[in-house]
Nanobody
Framework: QVRLVESGGGLVQAGDSLRLSCAAS????????VAWFRQAPGKEREFVGG????????EYGDFVKGRFTVSRDNAKNAVYLQMNSLKPEDTAVYYC????????????????????WGQGTQVTVSS
């Protein structure tokens, strides 16, 4: 089964950028729909963005508003989340997740639909 490892989190100031990486082993990540989620203390884990298997146009949560970009690098078996114009409210643990099973024309946005998860990477944005 595929194993996922996130990296790239850290402490930044408001307005800065970060690029998170999700590296896969044990499987070809391009064969899986992959999503990024985040979870802030005391809040539900929410869908940030993701990309279907084989590529295609990424999809994003409503709050992203053009600030984040999801991309794949098939040669590196990885998916990235580029985050620009970060805000303090973006502070959270960010997770990448992959799923198998039923095809959906749009990415599922519920965490329950994803079977494979990384350990998460902390992003802290100071004001």
């Amino acid at each position: 089964q595929v194993r996922l490892v996130e990296s790239g989190g850290g402490l930044v100031q408001a307005g800065d950028s970060l690029r998170l990486s999700c590296a896969a082993s044990g499987g070809t990540l391009n064969l899986y729909p992959v999503a990024w989620f985040r979870q802030a203390p005391g809040k539900e884990r929410e869908f940030v963005g993701g990309v279907g298997r084989g590529g295609g146009l990424p999809e994003y949560g409503d709050f992203v508003k053009g600030r984040f970009t999801v991309s794949r690098d098939n040669a590196k078996n990885a998916v990235y989340l580029q985050m620009n114009s970060l805000k303090p409210e973006d502070t959270a643990v960010y997770y990448c997740a992959a799923r198998t099973g039923t095809y959906y024309s749009t990415l599922p946005r519920s965490r329950l639909m994803y079977a494979y998860w990384g350990q998460g990477t902390q992003v802290t944005v100071s004001s």
